[in-house]
Structures are given as C-alpha cells and as structure tokens.
C-alpha cells in the first residue's frame, strides 16, 4: 500500500511561489505516473499537472500552463510542483496522486493512490 504525503504549502501574496514537494513511499515509485490535482471551496477537484514514469511526458492544466512545473526524482521517491505567478485563484488543498499505470492522466479516476493534500493560499 503507497503512502503519500505532500508538504511545501502556505501562504503567499500574488505573484509569489511556492514548491510542493509529495513523497510516497510503500511501493516502488520508479515508472509510476504521478499528478497533481487542486479543490477549491465549492468546487469539484481540478487537474494541475501530470507525468509519465519516465518524466518524458508532461501535461498542464489550461489555468497553470506557463506558470507552474510538474518534476520528479525517483530516487527521492518524489515528486514536486514548482509553482510560480500564483493567482489568487490558485488557492486551493492541492493533491498529489499516483497511478498504477506508466502513462500519465488528467482524469482522477485514473489514479490509485492520493495523499492528504496541502493547503495553499494565495493573497491579493
């Protein structure tokens, strides 16, 4: 059984960055798909980002396109979100997922594995 857990969230003024950083450990990491996924308030949880298990393909929310990027290191068993020109709508808990699968997803269901989530908020 993986277990996930994100760090790397808080509070920043608009324009700021901030670094998430998901570590799984209880399985092997290498070759697993990894994303990102953020819920807001009220809405319905949104795909941020995701790659494949070799890092090779990357894929981008239409909302964080250019402004935030999606790496991994298999040998830290991580994953990270570099997050950059947040928006006040960028404030959500923020997910990282694993599949069980080399190909990476935007759908949720798509994926096994999920942590607790992060909160980040991001002022005006």
């Known amino acids: 059984q993986v277990h996930l857990v994100e760090s790397g969230g808080g509070y920043v003024q608009a324009g700021g960055s901030l670094r998430l950083s998901c570590s799984a450990s209880?399985?092997?990491?290498?070759?697993?798909?990894a994303g990102w996924f953020r819920q807001a308030p009220g809405k319905e949880r949104e795909f941020v980002a995701s790659i494949s298990g070799n890092g090779i393909y990357i894929d981008y929310g239409d909302a964080v396109k250019g402004r935030f990027t999606i790496s991994r290191d298999d040998a830290k068993n991580t994953v990270y979100l570099q997050m950059n020109g947040l928006k006040p709508e960028d404030t959500a808990v923020y997910y990282c997922?694993?599949?069980?699968?080399?190909?990476?997803?935007?759908?949720?269901?798509?994926?096994?594995?999920w942590g607790q989530g992060t909160q980040v908020t991001v002022s005006s």
């Open positions: 997922a694993l599949r069980n699968s080399f190909y990476d997803s935007r759908r949720t269901d798509d994926y096994a594995s």
């Open positions: 209880g399985r092997t990491f290498k070759e697993i798909a």
